[in-house]
């Protein structure tokens, strides 16, 4: 069946950086446009980032550009973000997916933002 596990989440000093991991199972990989969301209290989830099957063109919402960086390693089934400059506003749970008809939704991993 499908798994989406994520994690790398933590809390972290605004302008600090972390890095999520989610590894993917029960499907193929290297065939899907994958996504990164979030969802912050009392909000609902919203797309962060995409990336293409191949990995060559990603993409970004608008509050994050410029700051994250989405990637992946399909030999290893795994959706990668690297966010640097991180803000109070990118407190949330981070969650991985497809694009289009979602999967089962993983855990996702908390991202606070705070000093």
């Known amino acids: 069946q499908v798994q989406l596990v994520e994690s790398g989440g933590g809390l972290v000093q605004p302008g600090g950086s972390l890095r999520l991991s989610c590894v993917a199972s029960?499907?193929?990989?290297?065939?899907?446009?994958m996504n990164w969301y979030r969802q912050a209290p009392g909000k609902e989830r919203e797309l962060v980032a995409s990336?293409?099957?191949?990995?060559?063109?990603?993409n970004y919402a608008v509050p994050v550009a410029g700051r994250f960086t989405i990637s992946r390693d399909n030999a290893k089934n795994t959706l990668y973000l690297q966010m640097n400059s991180l803000k109070a506003e990118d407190t949330a749970v981070y969650y991985c997916?497809?694009?289009?008809?979602?999967?089962?939704w993983g855990q996702g991993t908390q991202v606070t933002v705070s000093s």
């Open positions: 990336i293409s099957d191949d990995g060559t063109i990603p």
């Open positions: 029960g499907f193929t990989f290297s065939r899907l446009i």
């Open positions: 997916n497809r694009n289009g008809e979602f999967f089962p």
